[in-house]
């Protein structure tokens, strides 16, 4: 069974940095891509970053590009969203979900397993 629990949300002032994890159990071929996601309140939810656990693939939104960056650590099955030089338009809660292949990465419904959430404060 397939779980994704994140952690690392809070309050930040604008500039400031966050690290969010995701441990991951029960991985599987089915979890071999990850990806981060967020949704403010009020609008839909929004690709940020995904990547594979292998690292050898990454895509960015736009908006946090050269910002945030996603990266894994096999040994932890954790799945890190570093998050720098945070804006107020960053405050959302923060999402980690997983698929089987590296397909519609930037889609929401491309994933078969979701976390439940971790909220992102940035005050100005």
């Known amino acids: 069974q397939v779980q994704l629990v994140e952690s690392g949300g809070g309050l930040v002032q604008a500039g400031g940095s966050l690290r969010l994890s995701c441990v991951v159990s029960g991985r599987t071929f089915r979890t071999n891509v990850m990806g981060w996601f967020r949704q403010a309140p009020g609008k839909e939810r929004e690709f940020v970053a995904a990547?594979?656990?292998?690292?050898?693939?990454?895509y960015y939104a736009d908006s946090v590009k050269g910002r945030f960056t996603i990266s894994n650590d096999n040994a932890k099955n954790t799945v890190y969203l570093q998050m720098n030089s945070l804006k107020p338009e960053d405050t959302a809660v923060y999402y980690c979900?997983?698929?089987?292949?590296?397909?519609?990465?930037?889609?929401?419904?491309?994933?078969?397993?979701w976390g439940q959430g971790t909220q992102v404060t940035v005050s100005s």
């Open positions: 990547g594979r656990w292998s690292a050898t693939s990454t």
């Open positions: 979900a997983a698929q089987e292949a590296w397909s519609k990465v930037s889609s929401t419904t491309a994933y078969d397993y």
